[in-house]
């Protein structure tokens, strides 16, 4: 899993650019089949408020700061108060959008096992934008509606 102390470093000799991902955030929740799309510019608090909008059940595992990007967190791993019974957040994607340097959108089955494995937890994404990520959200929140811990 990433430090923060290794975000957000650039030098001089190596070009860089930035991606505005502001209105990428769309979040669908499909409490039936307990899965959700998140685009990878939402937050992690968006996605526990669209969860508890629509299910007092279901839960999803990420860190605990609301403000934290899907993006960088999903693909560092993920940890917080319900990984040590669900794992990391790394652990319940099932699937995921991106566009590589040449301009292909890979999904899963696409991008193959081990490329699918390495966005999910080897740090920088590098030569890939994660556009958006394929949850399942089938955990039992352990906590009641209302309850503080
Ligand atoms: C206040 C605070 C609390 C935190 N709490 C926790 C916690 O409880 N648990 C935990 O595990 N971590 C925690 N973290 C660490 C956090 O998960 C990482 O800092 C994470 O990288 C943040 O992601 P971001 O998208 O907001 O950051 P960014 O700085 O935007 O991105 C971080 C990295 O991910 C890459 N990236 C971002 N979006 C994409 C994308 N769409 N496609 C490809 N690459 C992308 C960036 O290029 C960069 O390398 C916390 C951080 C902060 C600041």
Redesign the pocket.
Known sequence: ????A???VATKETPFFI?D?RN?RSISIDTKKKTAWIQ??A?IGELYYRIAEKSKKLAFP????P??????????????MLARKFG??ADNIIDAK?IDANGQIKDRESMGEDHFWA?RGA????D????RLFLKSNVQSPFKPGQSR
């Not at 890939?128 to 556009?131: A, G, K, Q, V």
């Open positions: 899993m990433k430090s923060i290794a975000m957000g991606i991902l990428l990878a510019g937050t990420a860190g605990v700061c403000t934290v990007g899907v993006g960088g967190h999903f693909s560092g791993g993920g940890y917080g990391t957040t991106l966005i740090d920088k994404v590098d890939n934008l994660l556009l």
